[in-house]
């Protein structure tokens, strides 16, 4: 499992002209994507590191401000532009094992107290966000 997670001053993600999910105030936008050997493990591992990281202002984690967490799902972070110019999908898991996946981090987020918004697996998503610092972390669960 990769996670982008970057801070926010505000974030929010539309589908279709449909604001799904929008916070205002410091908050942690986590784009997740998801490989074929991912686990519900490292879901759960993920949702922990992503609530303890101290990146909030003053080494704060949102667990530590109420903050919220903004969980994208996107399968293009296991993008592959090593050969060509036309990315490779094939480390990418397809829908039916990955959405499974991050719907388990957001359940591990919210069991652990943390107000979480989320887009729409699959969907052609719109989202925006202040990345506040800027301040952008990139972890690899596998790694």
Avoid at 59 to 85: H, M, N
Avoid at 122 to 134: E, I, R, S, T, W
Wanted: aromatic share 4%.
């Amino acid at each position: 499992m990769r996670v982008v997670v970057q801070r926010a001053s505000r974030c929010s993600v539309t589908v279709d002209g449909e604001v799904l999910a929008a916070f205002d105030g410091p908050s942690l936008v986590a784009l997740v994507g998801v490989t074929h050997t991912d686990t519900p493990a490292q879901a759960k591992a993920v949702a922990t590191k992503v609530a303890g990281l101290r990146i909030l202002d003053g080494e704060r984690s949102v667990l530590d401000d109420d903050a919220p967490v903004l969980v994208i799902s996107q399968f293009t972070l296991y993008g592959d532009v090593r050969k060509g110019r036309r990315p490779s999908w094939t480390a990418a898991a397809p829908g039916a094992v990955a959405e499974p996946l991050v719907d388990a981090l957001v359940a591990e987020l919210r069991a652990l107290g943390v107000t979480v918004g989320t887009g729409r697996f699959g969907a052609d998503m719109q989202v925006a966000l202040v990345n506040d610092g800027p301040v952008t972390i990139v972890y690899d669960a596998d790694a």
